[in-house]
């Protein structure tokens, strides 16, 4: 029998983006709930309960609700909300961190999707302080480019209104209280004892991320060296050659692509490592697809694009 998969929240972005990624696979039967029933409880709690596969494209309280309604032992979770991120009981879906995390993830019946902004720090830390190339309680800073489909509906409407603020027309920097809600995994996953500087920017392009890791004191070739050895044969995160080729990076390079592109640039001093991705994929839905692939036992890329 085909798995049987459920979207709870397919009509907002990262939801559609999922539906889009496997509305064209016949390896597995997807249920879709009446619009009209979406948000009744009983409804929901039918179908998450006929599922081997939900995901939860929600708010933080409505996963956790979602979750409560759960009473199938049977029914697997993967949630794209922040909610379970440093949850111990759950397991972070990032396989290309170690062997462990894709054996986690594999056996897993609750499996926390990383946040966009995070995968890009992570990607590039988490191998680094593993590697004790970089230590624990060093003080990290990181500046996130994204395109402004990561804010949702409501900002992607912010940006395609043809009376929208000029001021769109430039790059907006956020998160300036330094508390951004990606924080919290960021350290609590690369084992970290103090939360990095992070500034998010969101830019006049619909999808696509640059996250830059900032490490003063640190010799970009054993960064570059460290990466590629620990990325060596994953399909969906890979490293360039050390400074990218090009002398410039564009943030919305591997915009349409489900892969992430590390790049480190610097010298013995000082180097920089740059998470490419889309903010949609290996950001958010790319990766959800690639968790239930892993999950379900089927190749790891199917339904993606890399």
């Known amino acids: 029998m085909k798995p049987k998969v459920y979207i709870d929240g397919k009509e907002g972005t990262t939801g559609l983006q999922i539906y889009e990624r496997l509305g064209g696979r016949d390896d597995l039967e997807l249920l879709l709930i009446d619009e009209d029933k979406r948000k009744d409880v009983d ?63 594999r056996q897993s019946r609750r499996v926390a999707n990383p946040g966009c902004h995070a995968s890009g720090f992570i990607s590039s830390v988490y191998p680094l302080v593993a590697q004790d190339v970089v230590p624990a309680d060093f003080a990290f800073t990181c500046a996130s480019l994204t395109g402004y489909s990561g804010g949702g509906k409501k900002m992607i409407a912010e940006y395609e209104d043809a009376g929208r603020d000029p001021r769109h027309d430039s790059e907006r920097i956020y998160g300036l209280n330094l508390k951004h809600k990606h924080l919290p995994e960021m350290a609590y996953v690369c084992g970290l004892t103090q939360a990095p500087v992070f500034v998010p920017i969101v830019g006049d392009f ?87 692939n892993i999950m379900l036992g089927i190749e790891e890329t199917a339904g993606l694009t890399l």
């Open 206 to 292: 619909y999808k696509g991320m640059a996250t830059t890791v900032m490490l003063p004191g640190v010799d970009a070739h054993r960064v570059h060296e460290t990466l590629a050895k620990h990325y060596e044969g994953q399909q969906l995160v890979t490293v360039a050659p050390f400074g990218g080729g090009e002398p410039v990076i564009y943030a919305n390079t591997l915009a349409g692509h489900d892969s992430l592109r590390l790049i480190v640039n610097g010298h013995e001093e000082q180097a920089i490592v740059t998470a490419l991705f889309d903010n949609l994929g290996k950001g958010a839905s790319g990766a959800a697809v690639q968790n239930m």
């Open 43 to 105: 409804e929901r709690r039918k179908f998450l309960n006929a599922a081997d596969i939900v995901f939860l494209c929600l708010p933080d309280a409505a996963a956790r609700e979602a979750v409560s309604l759960i009473e199938n032992e049977n029914t697997r979770v993967i949630d794209a909300s922040t909610a379970h991120r440093t949850d111990p009981d759950w397991d972070y879906g990032f396989a290309e961190l170690s062997p462990a995390h894709r054996a986690a993830i």
